[in-house]
């Protein structure tokens, strides 16, 4: 499992121009069954996404489809994930 954050970079002013792919992204990402969760960073310092599902190579590649990475208009950060622990809510995770 993966924890991703994309973070906004000086080239931020251009995301409107690639929102729309950004988006279009975001829900293949969901629709493939690797992202679990995706929401805004706090401070509007970009984004973050849980993944699941895909080794770091797929991922990666999967990243880089990101108009807004592919733009450099966030740097995406990639931090590994081995649960051990949830509350039972998030069970399912542990997989």
């Given at each position: 499992?993966?924890?991703?954050?994309?973070?906004?970079?000086?080239?931020?002013?251009?995301?409107?121009?690639?929102?729309?792919?950004?988006?279009?992204?975001?829900?293949?990402?969901f629709?493939?069954?690797?992202?679990?969760?995706?929401?805004?960073?706090?401070?509007?310092?970009?984004?973050?996404?849980?993944?699941?599902?895909?080794?770091?190579?797929?991922?990666?590649?999967?990243?880089?489809?990101?108009?807004?990475?592919?733009?450099?208009?966030?740097?995406?950060?990639?931090?590994?994930?081995?649960?051990?622990k949830?509350?039972?809510r998030?069970?399912?995770?542990?997989?």
């Open positions: 499992m993966f924890f991703v954050m994309l973070e906004f970079t000086a080239a931020r002013s251009n995301a409107g121009a690639f929102l729309e792919g950004h988006l279009a992204w975001l829900a293949r990402g629709a493939d069954g690797v992202f679990l969760l995706a929401g805004s960073l706090a401070g509007n310092a970009g984004g973050a996404v849980l993944a699941t599902g895909e080794t770091r190579e797929a991922l990666r590649m999967r990243l880089d489809a990101d108009p807004f990475v592919a733009e450099g208009i966030v740097k995406a950060r990639v931090v590994e994930i081995a649960p051990s949830a509350d039972l998030l069970a399912f995770l542990l997989g």
